[in-house]
């Protein structure tokens, strides 16, 4: 089989595929929204989500370029301030989109399935650590809001202690988040909004953690 014939190789021709499709209906008409784009962004909406390909918030929300600011990480999870280096990429994005930008609302948005946050809980259950070193440094963020759901929900079954805990570390970074005090000002003035959402890749049900008691309620 010829390189040319292989997945691989199909899957990055798709890709070039896509690019041109999106050149010719985004730049192609008089008054298209890319051009109008080349000088600068304002989104309304941050969102911290994971890295996962199954959860592209901008195919699930219906975002066009320039309506959301993304970060992507493994996990969707954002550090306490106290992790050295390890919050650095996720905090600079959350910087510029917040203290730059200037955005208004802030979400955290996990997903059901997730591979990190099953890593964590894990750890959390039987002390599995990963084998990759980075892995494991970041997925570590996750494992207190693990241990909080097993004290609270230990007997349930693997599945249902999963969806806890991948709630729980939506929570516990919106904690982390407001640890940062400049964050926590913004929050305060009422220039910024926080957010806790949670995606069911299964049924495509979207999960809003109520400000007030946590509880994840279906919209």
Not at 101 to 121: D, E, K, M, N, W
Request: proline content about 6%.
């Amino acid at each position: 089989m010829n390189d040319s014939d292989s997945p691989g190789q199909n899957a990055v021709e798709a890709l070039l595929q896509g690019v041109r499709s999106f050149r010719e209906r985004e730049y192609g008409e008089p008054g298209a929204l890319m051009p109008n784009l080349s000088s600068g962004q304002q989104p309304g909406v941050m969102m911290i989500a994971c890295a996962d390909s199954r959860v592209d918030p901008a195919l699930i929300f219906g975002a066009r370029p320039g309506d959301l600011l993304v970060v992507r990480v493994v996990a969707n999870l954002a550090p306490p301030p106290d992790t050295d280096s390890l919050d650095s990429g996720v905090m600079s994005a959350v910087e510029l989109g917040l203290k730059t930008l200037g955005i208004p609302h802030l979400i955290v948005c996990g997903h059901s399935g997730c591979a990190g946050v099953r890593t964590a809980l894990d750890e959390a259950l039987h002390d599995v650590v990963p084998e990759d070193y980075c892995l494991h440094e970041w997925t570590t963020v996750a494992v207190p809001a693990c241990e909080e759901v097993i004290a609270a929900h230990g007997e349930l079954s693997a599945d249902k202690l999963a969806r806890h805990a991948e709630q729980r570390s939506i929570l516990k970074s919106l904690e982390n988040l407001r640890a940062h005090p400049w964050l926590q000002d913004l929050e305060t003035s009422g220039k910024l909004t926080l957010h806790g959402w949670w995606f069911d890749i299964a049924t495509g049900d979207l999960w809003i953690a109520d400000p007030e008691t946590g509880d994840f309620v279906s919209v």
